[in-house]
C-alpha cells in the first residue's frame, strides 16, 4: 500500500517562500506521478502542480505558475514542492498525492489514488 507523508508546511509571512517535501514508500516510485492538492476551508481542493517520477513531465497550475517549483528524487524516492511569493488567501492544507497515470490525465482528472495526511500552510498578512 502507498503510503506519502508531508512534511515541511508551517506559518509563513506573505511574500515569503515554502518548501513542502513528501517521502512516498510502499510501492515502485517509477509507477506513478507525483501531485500537490490544496484545500483551503470553505473551497474545494485543487490540483496546484504534477511530475514524472523522472521530474521531467510537470504541470503547474495558473495560480502558482511562474513561482512555483516540483522536483522529483528517484533515487531518495521524495519530492517537493518550493513555492514563493505566497499570499494569504493560500493558506490550505497541502496534500501531496499518487496516482498511476500521465501527468496530463491527473490534471483532467482533479483527483488521486493515494493521499497523505496533509500538512497545513499558514501565510499572514
Known amino acids: 500500500q502507498v503510503h506519502l507523508v508531508e512534511s515541511g508546511g508551517g506559518l509563513v509571512q506573505a511574500g515569503g517562500s515554502l518548501t513542502l517535501n513528501c517521502a512516498f514508500s510502499?510501492?515502485?516510485?517509477?509507477?506513478?506521478?507525483m501531485g500537490w492538492f490544496r484545500q483551503a476551508p470553505e473551497n474545494e481542493r485543487e490540483l496546484i502542480a504534477a511530475?514524472?517520477?523522472?521530474?521531467?513531465?510537470?504541470y503547474y497550475a495558473d495560480v502558482v505558475k511562474g513561482r512555483s517549483h516540483i522536483l522529483s528524487d528517484n533515487g531518495e524516492e521524495t519530492i517537493s514542492l518550493q513555492m514563493n511569493s505566497l499570499k494569504p488567501e493560500e493558506t490550505a492544507v497541502y496534500y501531496c498525492?499518487?496516482?498511476?497515470?500521465?501527468?496530463?490525465?491527473?490534471?483532467?482528472?482533479?483527483?488521486?489514488?493515494?493521499w497523505g495526511q496533509g500538512t497545513q500552510v499558514t501565510v499572514s498578512s
Open positions: 510502499g510501492g515502485t516510485f517509477s509507477s506513478y506521478t
Open positions: 511530475v514524472d517520477w523522472r521530474g521531467k513531465t510537470k
Open positions: 498525492t499518487a496516482d498511476q497515470l500521465p501527468v496530463q490525465s491527473v490534471k483532467r482528472r482533479q483527483d488521486s489514488d493515494y
